[in-house]
């Protein structure tokens, strides 16, 4: 027979160093209680934050990614939870109890308030647009076509569309508990930038000190104060979207390609060409049928394009040729003191300061010169080419005389650069120019003028 007793002590041993046998500390009950410290620390606990997704959040300093609608997992106890939008930082402190599922709402942290936002695009065939929408340079999760939660502020809404269309810029001044809604209409070509309407004065800057008798040259104004040979003329705009860039050459090209350009033997056979001492400044080739961009040239604005053929263009876009109006309203960044796009300084003679824009005698890439850009972003207002507009009737003004196309030269371009954008420059009549291009505008009968 085997003695049990006398294996006992080895048998106690070998169980003690496999672990089957559990010593309880003083005090434990076998199970960890709620609220109570466990042997690797606090207890957890998690946190919804009822706020817009995608924001960069901290939790008492440390980074945390970003929010989202999953909970967040923390310690119980008192944390400071902030985040990072676009309208700046925003905090909130917490008290976090163990095992409970607590929700911090928008309206906890200081500095935080919200809106909501619904961007709905579609392609010129109308099916939606797999756009990305950005506020600034925070991108918006999910704000394509269903209301989402954005920070509330003045803001950039930007819509990057997919490959081959425009894509769409507006700044909004969002407030805070309401909803705002685009519905945009991509279109191929240049980026569009809403300007929101209002009263403006077209014509110079400053006090009217028009005297109707005055007669002079451009030349001679460095001791006449005011402008006495311009006047000025008060003018509700409407809201609408103008093209942020002027159609390059490659986007014109596009048009000749789908077979929509051209094709207008009368108006064509009527259109003076450029001169050929001058014709290598142009960006396309016209002994090609479909003018084709030069190389090295894609990216340049389309000149050398009468009125006529700027308005087919920007009728394949379902656009339009703006007016002259909307022109000077978008140049002058909707401000009539503003002599120039950026603002910017007037002298005697009219012309703008603008010191270092032209460097060569010739066309450059689009927004090649930022420090043109107007205050909603739009580029070479005031540089790299003039530009076509159609000539609309303002109440006291002239109309303009022997115009077939109604389309008027507004701006300047690298070989006239003193030209500002409030001096009307005459009508086009029908004729092609290297010192000419063009960009495309829309109108947006939906929203409403503002002051």
């Not at 769409?168 to 569009?192: N, Q, T, W």
Request: one cysteine or more.
């Amino acid at each position: 027979m085997h003695d049990f007793n006398a294996r006992t002590p080895l048998l106690l041993a070998l169980l003690t160093v496999s672990g089957c046998v559990q010593r309880s500390d003083a005090g434990s009950t076998g199970e960890a209680k709620s609220g109570t410290a466990g042997p690797t620390g606090p207890a957890e606990t998690r946190l919804v934050l009822d706020v817009p997704s995608g924001l960069a959040i901290a939790v008492d300093g440390e980074p945390r990614g970003n929010t989202s609608p999953e909970p967040l997992v923390v310690s119980s106890g008192k944390h400071t939870v902030e985040v990072d939008s676009p309208c700046g930082k925003a905090s909130a402190t917490v008290e976090a109890a163990a095992g409970a599922l607590t929700t911090v709402s928008a309206q906890e942290f200081a500095g935080l308030k919200v809106a909501q936002l619904t961007v709905i695009a579609r392609t010129p065939e109308r099916k939606p647009a797999n756009q990305t929408v950005f506020l600034g340079d925070w991108e918006v999760p999910g704000a394509a076509a269903e209301p989402t939660a954005i920070p509330a502020c003045k803001l950039r809404l930007r819509v990057v569309p997919p490959e081959g269309l425009g894509g769409f810029v507006e700044d909004i001044e969002f407030e805070a508990g309401k909803s705002y809604v685009r519905e945009l209409s991509l279109a191929p070509g240049p980026d569009m930038v809403r300007i929101a309407g209002g009263h403006f004065r077209i014509g110079p800057p400053g006090p009217d000190h028009y005297n109707p008798n005055f007669q002079t040259e451009v030349g001679n104004l460095e001791h006449i104060e005011g402008w006495p040979e311009i006047k000025t003329y008060e003018v509700d705009v409407e809201t609408f979207d103008i093209d942020r860039t002027e159609v390059t050459a490659e986007q014109y090209h596009a048009c000749y390609k789908a077979g929509f350009c051209g094709n207008e033997p009368v108006l064509s056979g009527s259109t003076r060409l450029p001169s050929k001492a001058y014709r290598h400044l142009c960006n396309l080739e016209f002994s090609q049928g479909l003018h084709t961009p030069k190389p090295g040239r894609e990216n340049h604005p389309a000149n050398c394009v009468a009125g006529w053929e700027a308005k087919k263009y920007c009728d394949w876009v379902g656009k339009r040729l703006p007016t002259a109006v909307e022109w000077e309203f978008a140049a002058r960044s909707r401000n009539p003191e503003y002599a120039c796009s950026w603002g910017g300084r007037l002298d005697r003679k009219l012309v703008c300061d603008r010191f270092g824009f032209f460097q060569g005698r010739d066309t450059k890439s689009v927004c090649s010169f930022p420090d043109d850009n107007t205050e909603q972003g739009l580029c070479d207002m005031m540089s790299n080419v003039g530009e076509l507009a159609t000539h609309v009737g303002v109440s006291g003004r002239d109309d303009e005389s022997d115009c077939p196309d109604n389309v008027v030269i507004r701006g300047s371009g690298w070989d006239d650069a003193w030209f500002p954008p409030f001096l009307p420059r005459g009508c086009e009549k029908r004729s092609q120019s290297y010192e000419r291009g063009f960009r495309c505008a829309r109108a947006v009968n939906a929203v409403p003028p503002q002051g």
